[in-house]
Nanobody, 123 residues
Framework: HLEESGGGLVQPGGSLKLSCAASGRAFSQTPLAWFRQLPGKEREFVAAVSGRDGGTFVVDSLKDRFGISRDNGKDTLYLQMDGLVPEDTGTYYC??????????????????WGQGTQVTVSA
């Protein structure tokens, strides 16, 4: 089970930190990712973190502003978003693969999803 929080309304240039609390076994071995769905668009990959070595990957277009991290002691995934722009407005989802697998940038590779949290960037 995955549950996102931390979304909301923020002004352009502002920051938000999304959290995704996970329940279940073997969290530390679970690859995790953030996806987002912008209005009128397909769900798209944002960032992922490995369950094997903690390695992270952020899509090139966002890596200067977004960062992904995990706290295995708290079974929580984070997405730090800085320099937000209106084009970042959308629903943000966390996702998990089976423990022991590698992270992926493909939504179809993730079996477990949160319900999403809305991020709105507006003046």
């Amino acid at each position: 089970h995955l549950e996102e929080s931390g979304g909301g309304l923020v002004q352009p240039g502002g920051s938000l930190k999304l959290s995704c609390a996970a329940s279940g076994r073997a969290f530390s071995q679970t690859p995790l990712a953030w996806f987002r769905q912008l209005p009128g668009k397909e769900r798209e990959f944002v960032a992922a973190v490995s369950g094997r070595d903690g390695g992270t990957f952020v899509v090139d277009s966002l890596k200067d502003r977004f960062g992904i991290s995990r706290d295995n002691g708290k079974d929580t995934l984070y997405l730090q978003m800085d320099g937000l722009v209106p084009e970042d407005t959308g629903t943000y989802y966390c996702a998990a693969r089976e423990p022991g697998t590698w992270y992926s940038n493909l939504a179809r590779d993730y079996a477990f999803w949160g319900q999403g949290t809305q991020v709105t960037v507006s003046a």
